[in-house]
């Protein structure tokens, strides 16, 4: 999606390497940590995510901690488990992802996010894409995100929304 727009660099591209801190509890916190990581290292403007989870039933659960609900070094497998497990028996199962992109611009942050609401399956449902795409079914739609076409997921998908905001604003400045 930034094809054509802005050259893109990845850390490896500038020198970097190793674990970007994510402390922060929430995902706007974090994306703004990482960024900010970068842009104190290299000067150059850059941006950084941080997406989660949200589980209306779990109070918002996993949220922040989505990739590592399930402990430090669990697989998307284990994370997925320890959902079902938290919703056994529960009805309300509303949830959404959400993606939360922070662009250095010269030093200075700025927001986009993106979002989708859909549910939490009872079961895995699906062979395509990560995390807990095999359990999450978006309003609207009849499947999880594991059996969507990419190109449609990446059209719906929280991080696709964040990303098409960046671009549109990317778009707009003169480079």
Not at 16 to 44: C, F, H, Y
Not at 78 to 95: F, Q
Not at 153 to 158: A, M, R, V
Request: with cysteine; glycine share 10%; aromatic share 10%.
């Amino acid at each position: 999606m930034l094809d054509g727009v802005v050259e893109v660099k990845s850390l490896a591209d500038v020198g970097l390497s190793g674990d970007i801190p994510e402390t922060s509890d929430t995902l706007q916190g974090n994306a703004l940590q990482k960024a900010q990581w970068v842009w104190e290292r290299v000067g150059m403007d850059c941006f950084a995510d941080d997406t989660g989870l949200e589980v209306d039933a779990l109070g918002g659960a996993p949220g922040v901690y989505s990739a590592r609900y399930a402990g430090e070094h669990c697989s998307f497998d284990d994370n997925i488990d320890k959902l079902l497990a938290a919703l056994d028996g529960k009805t309300n199962r509303k949830a959404d992802f959400r993606t939360v992109i922070c662009l250095m611009e010269q030093g200075v942050p700025r927001y986009f996010e993106g979002r989708v609401d859909g549910v939490i399956l009872t079961e895995r449902y699906g062979s395509e894409g990560f995390g807990y795409d095999p359990v999450f079914m978006p309003d609207r739609f009849a499947v999880s995100f594991a059996e969507m076409p990419l190109d449609v997921k990446n059209q719906i998908s929280h991080r696709g929304r964040a990303v098409k905001l960046l671009v549109d604003y990317l778009k707009t400045l003169d480079m």
